[in-house]
């Protein structure tokens, strides 16, 4: 319903019965007054109906009143007394002649201890309905709207009120008004509708000046336009309760309204408008249609706003719309973020807008923004505050999601931030600090140096003794800390840190989640040598074995163990133990084709070195990347129906016994063609294709150990490149499928205390935009 549509008033009166005043010489006329707002055909849109009494009193009345004159009289005045009841209104008057009043002495003795209260005018009428209406006081809190039966007290009191003023009947008290010798210099203000309600309350002088102003905003057609429009809104907020009645709403592009009248200033109207908003909102069709309303530009005029209650509720509906994705960027477009950040010095919408920012932390694309507010001043002085030894699970999860940005984490440890961190986080053992912490450890430059110091607390922290997240969370953090200058043989030793590792490379021994960091702290500290030795000697190369077949669906534990072989086959110790006394090597060529790339690359460098220093290994590695490259060629030749000429075409021995009972690859003659540009003796194998630098399928230059088995490779591995392209001293670790790239942040969920993980998609391929480099897991 349109508050503009409203245009007439219709007021309606229906006599009723007539009695004698109980106490006093005067009758009571009872009648009903039903006032109707009007369409613009004529339609009735709003209506109410009272019963109310008029008291006549009679004060000339005494033994020797002529009853039938006054009678008449009674009935010509009284409108509301029809000219049949002339005989009725008779007898009554008569009744009251002969009545004696027997409580004049009671009111004579009362006289002196309590004042009477001054009797009403004669012709006064009591509107008992409208009085018992609105004894409700208003409620301005954006929180509780009961402010239906309100506002409709105030549109009959108006109507009443203008009815009686132009009436015949009008009552002393109102004969200021009408005749304009009541001036008052106050201009009324529609937002302060409650308090000239509650002077209707008040004395007989602020019961002028409320039904005054009451009067003045009537008169003003766009006022009452505001009053319908917010009980139309507040009855369909009612009503939409009802999710088949919200959705008939919907169809008739209810959205679209609403979203129109946010250009209105009235307060209570736009809190009104702005919740039901905000119930809409948790369905996706009406979060559409506010999307093609730009209702983002709409709300953010009103961030921030000197109304609480309405800030407050435009808050929480932007929060439930920076769900999508697409409505996050446009709030970030339009100027919001700064506008947020500045929010959070105030406590009543702290924790609102940092639930807002903290899912416009969770894009990438925007991480870097809050670098140039001073956002993140204020959230390291909220952090350092806290009393409580675990911080709100909003604000850590949106430090976490902010900690992913290299940028930020040098604003973060300015000063003395991340001493500050790790003092709290090792005090209060809170594992959600120290995953902020462990993002920032993963950024190299400066901040990354800085943890040389803590390297000693995070690893006292590994023990069965604390609490398994928080464990994990520093085994995380120091497989961040590839420092060249980090002594890691002198941490292990001086922490006993080589037989809880291997405790829990046992299959089952614990968690997956605290296996996997264990793995990936292995293949951290294989890097130094001397390291690598120590855990060949205690044994640890068979736990990963003995894990790998544990856990060989899953992509992460796997290319975590075969990047531990990986580093240790660059140690002479190590690549011994590997190559000799395990079947790593095997499981490695079984895992060349896997379908998930990280691990195929992976199993492509660590191959190529141990081809490097074992023969036999070479061989079986090269057949095998033979047969993968050439499979469809060989499915073919062995599956080949040859005519009786073709039998003959390499010797007269027929060829079914060298395809069908013998290995094809010794059939070197099967590879070329008859052009003669290798002869069919049998005497070349396919080590040849070494001279054409091939391998895996791969031309020169494409791969980093491309050539033949032999100098080549030696020179590559003289420079100090490794497999992946860079220096073997500070080697990179592969990003899996389950695997974090520097760049992308760990997601958290604030609905819980447990971290809630952004879902990655299923065997990704290896992306140019992202470098190899050392993951932490999930």
Not at 17 to 27: F, Q, R, W
Not at 369 to 394: G, H, N, S, W
Not at 526 to 541: E, N, P, T
Not at 662 to 684: F, H, K, Q, S, T
Request: proline share 5%; aromatic share 8%.
């Amino acid at each position: 319903m349109q508050g503009e549509d409203a245009r007439y008033l219709k007021r309606k009166v229906k006599g009723g019965n007539i009695d004698v005043h109980p106490s006093e010489k005067a009758l009571i006329v009872h009648y009903e007054v039903e006032a109707t707002i009007l369409g613009e055909l004529g339609d009735p849109m709003l209506g109410e109906r009272k019963e109310c009494q008029k008291i006549i009193r009679l004060k000339s009345l005494n033994a020797n009143t002529d009853i039938g004159s006054l009678a008449r009289k009674v009935v010509e005045e009284c409108k509301l007394i029809h000219p049949s009841k002339l005989g009725e209104v008779e007898q009554l008057l008569y009744y009251l002649q002969n009545r004696r009043d027997a409580s004049a002495g009671k009111e004579k003795k009362e006289k002196s201890s309590k004042p009477k209260d001054p009797p009403p005018f004669e012709g006064t009428e009591v509107n008992i309905g409208v009085r018992r209406e609105m004894q409700v006081p208003f409620t301005t809190s954006g929180s509780s709207y009961s402010r239906e039966s309100q506002l409709k007290a105030v549109c009959s009191f108006v109507l009443r009120l203008s009815n009686v003023i132009g009436g015949v009947e009008l009552p002393p008290l109102c004969e200021p008004l009408a005749s304009g010798c009541f001036q008052i210099d106050e201009v009324a203000n529609i937002n302060d509708m409650d308090e000239y309600i509650e002077l209707l309350y008040e004395d007989i002088p602020d019961k002028v000046r409320g039904s005054a102003l009451v009067l003045q905003l009537a008169r003003n057609p766009d006022n009452l336009e505001e009053l319908l429009l917010n009980v139309a809104i507040y009855l369909l907020l009612n009503l939409a309760e009802d999710t088949r009645i919200e959705l008939k709403m919907r169809n008739k592009n209810i959205v679209h309204m609403l979203v129109k009248a946010l250009d209105r200033d009235n307060f209570e109207l736009l809190i009104l408008v702005v919740t039901f908003l905000k119930k809409l909102s948790i369905f996706m069709e009406n979060k559409n249609d506010m999307v093609e309303m730009d209702i983002v530009e709409k709300l953010v005029k009103m961030v921030p706003c000197e109304h609480e209650d309405l800030l407050n509720i435009t808050l929480r509906l932007l929060l439930n719309l920076s769900f999508d994705t697409g409505l996050r960027s446009k709030m970030v477009h339009v100027g919001l973020l700064p506008k947020l950040t500045a929010l959070l010095g105030n406590e009543n919408n702290k924790k609102v807008a940092i639930c807002i920012l903290y899912h416009i932390s969770m894009d990438d694309c925007f991480k870097s923004m809050f670098a140039y507010t001073d956002c993140i001043p204020q959230l390291m002085k909220m952090l350092f505050e806290c009393p409580d030894e675990r911080v709100d699970l909003e604000l850590i999860s949106f430090c976490i999601n902010l900690a992913a940005n290299k940028r930020n984490v040098q604003l973060i440890c300015e000063g003395n931030g991340l001493k500050m961190l790790m003092k709290r986080a090792l005090k209060f053992k809170d594992p959600l600090l120290m995953k902020m912490i462990r993002n920032i450890s993963q950024h190299d430059g400066p901040t990354k140096s800085q943890f040389i110091d803590y390297v000693g607390d995070l690893a006292a922290q590994v023990s069965n003794d604390e609490e398994e997240e928080f464990v994990i969370e520093c085994l995380g953090t120091l497989a961040n800390l590839t420092l060249p200058d980090l002594d890691w043989e002198l941490v292990l030793k001086e922490y006993k840190l080589v037989p809880y590792l291997k405790d829990k490379l046992k299959p089952g021994s614990a968690e997956d989640d605290l296996v996997l960091e264990v793995v990936i702290m292995i293949g951290t500290v294989s890097m130094d040598d001397s390291c690598a030795a120590l855990l060949a000697k205690s044994g640890i190369i068979p736990a990963l074995i003995e894990l790998l077949n544990a856990q060989q669906e899953d992509d992460e534990f796997v290319c975590q163990i075969i990047y531990v072989f990986y580093q240790m086959v660059f140690h002479q110790a190590t690549r011994d133990v590997i190559i000799k006394e395990t079947q790593a090597p095997a499981y490695l060529i079984d895992l060349m084709h896997d379908k998930n790339a990280e691990i195929r690359k992976v199993c492509d460098n660590t191959l190529d070195i141990i081809a490097e220093y074992d023969e036999e290994w070479a061989k079986k590695i090269q057949t095998e990347k033979f047969r993968w490259h050439n499979s469809q060629w060989l499915e073919m030749v062995e599956s080949r129906q040859m005519d009786d000429s073709e039998q003959y075409l390499y010797g007269d021995d027929p060829i079914e016994p060298y395809i069908h009972e013998g290995d094809i690859l010794e059939r070197p003659d099967l590879y070329y063609n008859a052009d003669g540009l290798m002869a069919p003796d049998g005497a070349v194998s396919p080590d040849v294709f070494g001279d054409y630098h091939l391998q895996n399928g791969d031309l020169v230059g494409q791969h980093p150990f491309s050539g033949k088995f032999g100098a080549e490779c030696k020179q590559i591995i003289s420079i100090g490149v490794d497999g992946f392209g860079q220096a073997p001293g500070v080697p990179a670790r592969p990003a899996t499928a389950y695997g974090y790239r520097p760049d992308e942040p760990y997601y958290y969920g604030y609905g819980a205390r447990a971290p809630l993980f952004f879902p990655y998609t299923s065997n990704p391929e290896p992306s140019q935009e992202y470098p190899l480099s050392q993951p932490a897991a999930n």
